[in-house]
Structure formats: structure tokens, C-alpha cells
């Protein structure tokens, strides 16, 4: 049994893979990932790191450096803090060229210093020099009282708040894994929408020419589709392979997204786990419902409810699971064997999924394949031989085994 099926898969896997457009239209499509990538790479630019503040102190204020240092005003990169007079001061505020810039002078006096800046102030500076001069005020007064101004900072360092909250904030979506997740249901949706038409084009095409009736004086029907569902199924998992590796390799080679939080390897992985269930429930139906046609005219009565049955998962998908990526109506879909493969990994891309949910889905849709195995060739035996108008589906469910 095992002969004839595999010869029939590697006929079909071997003719997909020797056609000039086929291998064109890879190759062109591996092309524009890598484009996709090297422009991204040019046209995002990567986050500079901020540079510290750099203020100048006049001699006579020279206590404040200390906490100024602190950085009190939450300054990202902190600040330091240099001794200047008045003449350097005022020169390097008034030269565009000094590097690092000088932001601002502080002189005065401790308790209320005066900022010089170029033109306008800047009130990040001003909130840091306020602050400085604050603690620095607030030092000189323990001292006067007999107390430790570090004691005293360090209790203060010790205050911190608590929060809490009655609604729990919505769950925040990367840019960089929202981008992912479009990727690898859009290259689903490209595989499983190829493969199924190839095998509902080859099933009708068989018919067509009276090719099928050679065929199946050698094989029984379940061999010839088993053969052609395997070897469509290869070239498929194929496609996958190439594409997702070649979009998984620029994003993690250039370093497209440097802060993304996701496993780009083991994303790649579910990609390929949910191609091979998804194409185990929709080609068997593309196999076997093609069987009801006898012309490549009629395809279309055939293939457009099979076609709409994943466009409608891959939307919901797109639109629900960003919007609502915890709520129960995701949860629930995301357990059903035809939204399974596409809602499943972009769930996992975004990082909403409870450690159950991916093995549930992975075991009913896993469990539903034997139940369409059983339809599709049902209706493929029923329906193959049949020529002139399409068969009913009722029709062919209800013929002999």
C-alpha cells in the first residue's frame, strides 16, 4: 500500500519543484523578504542611546555637584558636572560646536542658585538644578541640628509606593510582535491557499483528461489521493521552510527588531507544527470535494466555500487577537480545528497564551484530521469517476464504500 502512494507523492512533490514558475516565483519571493529586511533595516533607524546632561558649576556653588550628580529629576542618562568660571561658561554656551554640548551654568547661590543657559530654558535642567538645591538645603539644615544629612538620605532612598488597582490594564502589544504575528499567519495563509489549489486543480485536471481512469486500474482512489495530498503537502512544507527561514534569518542577521521579545526559532517551529495540521483539515477537503466537478470551469463552485473557510480565520486572527487577545471569544475559537492554525500562532507570537491552550488545540485538531480523512475519501471514491454535471455532496456521502 505503501509503494503506490509514495511513488503518486513523489510525482506530485517533483513536478511542483521542476516548474520554472514555481521555482521563479520562490526565488522572487525570497528576494523581496530579504529586500523587506535590508529596508527596514536603512529606513528604521536604530534607538541612540541618550547622552548624559552636562551642566557647568560655578566654583561657588561647587556643593551642589553632588546632588546634582543624583540625577534627582530622573535624567536618563544622569548628568555630570564640571567646575567652570563665568567667562568659560558663557564661551562654551555660545560656541554650537562644543561637544559634548554644554546645556546650562549653574552659579548663585546654594540655596537658590541661578541657571545661565544659551537661549531658552530647558525644564528638565531647572528641575534637576531645583531639586539639587532642595537636598543640598535640606543636607546643610540636619547638619545644623546635629543629625546626619546621610542618614537621612538613605531613609529617604528607603520611601517607595505601592500601587494597586481595580481594573487590570489592558495587555500592550508590541509593534515588533504585532509585525511577526502578521508574517507567519499571512505565510500560512499563502501556503495552505497554494497547496489546496493545487490539489483541487490536479484532482479536476486528472478528471478532465481521463487520466484518473489509467490511474486507478493500478491504485485504489484512497492511494491516489493519499499520494497527491503527500507530495502537494511537501512541496508545501517546502515553501514553508524556504520563506519562513529566509524571514527568520534576516530578522534575527540584520537585527530588524533588536528589542523584540520573542523566540524567533521556536515561533519558526510552530509555524511549520500549525502548516502541517492546517493542511491535514483544509486539503483534505480541497482533495476530496474537487472530486465533485468534472471541469475546470466549475472549480470555483468548489474551492470559493473552502477558500472562504480560511480567509475567515485568518481575519479573526488579524483583527480579534490583537484587539482582545485574552478575552473568551479568543480563547474559545482558538480551541476550533479550522481557526486553530491561524489563531494559535499569532496568539503565541503576541504572548497571550495560558500554558493549556496550545496542547488543547494542538490534540483537537490533531483528533479532527481522521474525521476528514474519512469524508474527503468517501466523497473522492464516490465522485472521481463521475463525469457530466457536479455531484452533489449529499450524493457522494451517500454512495458505497
Do not use: C
Not at 88 to 110: C, H, K, N, Q
Request: proline share 6%; charged share 15%; glycine share 8%.
Amino acid at each position: 500500500m505503501r509503494g503506490p502512494i509514495l511513488t503518486v507523492a513523489r510525482r506530485e512533490f517533483m513536478t511542483r519543484m521542476v516548474t520554472k514558475s514555481n521555482i521563479i516565483s520562490l526565488a522572487v519571493m525570497v528576494g523581496a523578504i530579504i529586500a523587506f529586511g535590508i529596508a527596514g533595516k536603512i529606513l528604521v533607524p536604530d534607538e541612540i542611546e541618550p547622552e548624559p546632561l552636562r551642566l557647568g558649576l560655578d566654583p561657588a556653588v561647587s556643593e551642589l555637584a553632588t546632588h546634582l550628580e543624583a540625577a534627582p529629576a530622573g535624567a536618563a542618562a544622569g548628568v555630570t558636572v564640571e567646575e567652570l568660571d563665568e567667562a568659560a561658561a558663557r564661551a562654551e554656551l555660545a560656541d554650537p560646536d562644543s561637544d559634548p554640548r554644554l546645556e546650562a551654568w549653574v552659579t548663585g547661590e546654594v540655596s537658590a542658585p541661578t541657571v545661565v543657559f544659551e537661549k531658552d530654558p530647558d525644564a528638565e535642567v531647572l528641575a534637576i538644578v531645583e531639586q539639587a538645591a532642595r537636598a543640598a538645603t535640606t543636607a546643610r539644615a540636619v547638619a545644623d541640628m546635629g543629625g546626619d544629612p546621610a542618614a537621612l538620605e538613605s531613609a529617604l532612598a528607603g520611601v517607595a509606593v505601592t500601587v494597586d488597582q481595580v481594573v487590570e490594564p489592558e495587555t500592550e502589544i508590541d509593534p515588533g510582535q504585532m509585525i511577526v504575528s502578521v508574517v507567519v499567519v499571512s505565510l500560512l495563509l499563502f501556503a495552505l491557499i497554494g497547496s489546496g489549489s493545487m490539489i483541487a486543480m490536479g484532482v479536476v485536471e486528472e478528471k478532465t483528461s481521463r487520466v484518473v481512469e489509467i490511474l486507478l486500474s493500478t491504485i485504489r482512489p484512497g492511494q491516489l489521493l493519499a499520494g497527491k495530498i503527500l507530495g502537494i503537502g511537501a512541496y508545501g512544507l517546502f515553501q514553508i521552510a524556504v520563506l519562513g527561514g529566509a524571514a527568520t534569518g534576516v530578522v534575527a542577521g540584520l537585527g530588524v527588531f533588536p528589542d523584540l521579545e520573542i523566540n524567533l526559532g521556536l515561533t519558526f517551529l510552530l509555524t511549520v507544527v500549525w502548516f502541517l495540521l492546517g493542511f491535514g483539515v483544509f486539503a483534505l477537503l480541497f482533495g476530496g470535494f474537487a472530486a465533485l466537478v468534472s471541469r475546470q470551469e466549475d472549480i470555483g463552485s468548489v474551492t470559493t466555500p473552502l477558500m472562504f473557510a480560511l480567509f475567515v480565520p485568518f481575519y479573526v486572527s488579524f483583527f480579534l487577537v490583537p484587539a482582545q487577545p485574552d478575552s473568551t471569544l479568543t480563547k474559545v475559537l482558538s480551541q476550533i480545528p479550522f481557526f486553530a492554525p491561524f489563531m494559535m500562532p499569532t496568539r503565541a507570537a503576541v504572548g497571550s497564551l495560558e500554558a493549556w491552550e496550545m496542547p488543547l488545540a494542538l490534540l483537537l485538531t490533531a483528533l479532527t484530521i481522521p474525521v476528514l480523512v474519512w469524508i474527503s475519501a468517501r466523497v473522492y471514491r464516490r465522485a472521481v469517476l463521475h463525469t457530466g454535471g457536479r455531484m452533489k455532496l449529499s450524493e457522494a456521502l451517500r454512495g458505497p464504500r
